[in-house]
T-cell receptor, first 114, second 114 residues
Framework: AQSVAQPEDQVNVAEGNPLTVKCTYS??????LFWYVQYPNRGLQFLLK??????LVKGSYGFEAEFNKSQTSFHLKKPSALVSDSALYFC????????????FGTGTKLQVIP | DTAVSQTPKYLVTQMGNDKSIKCEQN?????MYWYKQDSKKFLKIMFS???????INETVPNRFSPKSPDKAHLNLHINSLELGDSAVYFC?????????????FGPGTRLLVL
């Protein structure tokens, strides 16, 4: 079984400040980890993913995430938040091997305050 | 050009009716998915097809029947609609199995059952 937890329903951050959106996962095996963003009334858009290799993954729009195996975490970060970053962020996990489904977290609403 | 498109965008119908949602992707992907997003924004996979073959079938009522006429299309037919079916349904596609590949989402179909 696999699961992913996003402990914060909402994160508020001032424009220009660094932001972090938290994600922890639980899998029995090697995980593949993803971040997607959803703007209002839109489908999800891919931001970044960790498959293997460097634990620090850089993605779209200046976002990055660090895979931490010992803490089973994959937190999303950005050094300087923009108002346009305000959206719903989803962490997701899947397992290697065969056809495996992707399990999404419950989402974290990011509000960047001007 | 829209990569993953869905029709209709909005669907309002009465309980007990039968309805279909269509999905098309022009990305040349061989895997397509249906997700359901409920009112709390929780996203859950329903089905996945690879090369027109069903590979993931989550515990979805058999009132829901997907059909993939070819690799570029995945339709969802829902019989005897219930109030609890009200949600946003997202189609997505990827190249290859879901586990490590980026998924591309459609804009969603907002279904309201009255």
């Amino acid at each position: 079984a696999q699961s992913v937890a996003q402990p914060e329903d909402q994160v508020n951050v001032a424009e220009g400040n660094p932001l972090t959106v938290k994600c922890t996962y639980s899998v029995s095996g090697n995980p593949y980890l993803f971040w997607y963003v959803q703007y209002p009334n839109r489908g999800l858009q891919f931001l970044l993913k960790y498959i293997t290799g460097d634990n620090l993954v850089k993605g779209s729009y200046g976002f990055e995430a660090e895979f931490n195996k010992s803490q089973t975490s994959f937190h999303l970060k950005k050094p300087s938040a923009l108002v346009s970053d305000s959206a719903l962020y989803f962490c997701a996990v899947s397992l290697s091997g065969g056809y495996q489904k992707v399990t999404f977290g419950t989402g974290t609403k990011l509000q960047v305050i001007p | 050009d829209t990569a993953v498109s869905q029709t209709p965008k909005y669907l309002v119908t009465q309980m007990g009716n039968d309805k279909s949602i269509k999905c098309e992707q022009n990305l040349g992907h061989d895997t397509m998915y249906w997700y359901k997003q409920d009112s709390k924004k929780f996203l859950k996979i329903m089905f996945s097809y690879n090369n027109k073959e069903l590979i993931i079938n989550e515990t979805v009522p058999n009132r829901f029947s997907p059909k993939s006429p070819d690799k570029a299309h995945l339709n969802l037919h829902i019989n005897s609609l219930e109030l609890g079916d009200s949600a946003v349904y997202f189609c997505a596609s990827s190249q290859g199995g879901a586990q490590r590949e980026t998924q591309y989402f459609g804009p969603g179909t907002r279904l309201l059952v009255l």
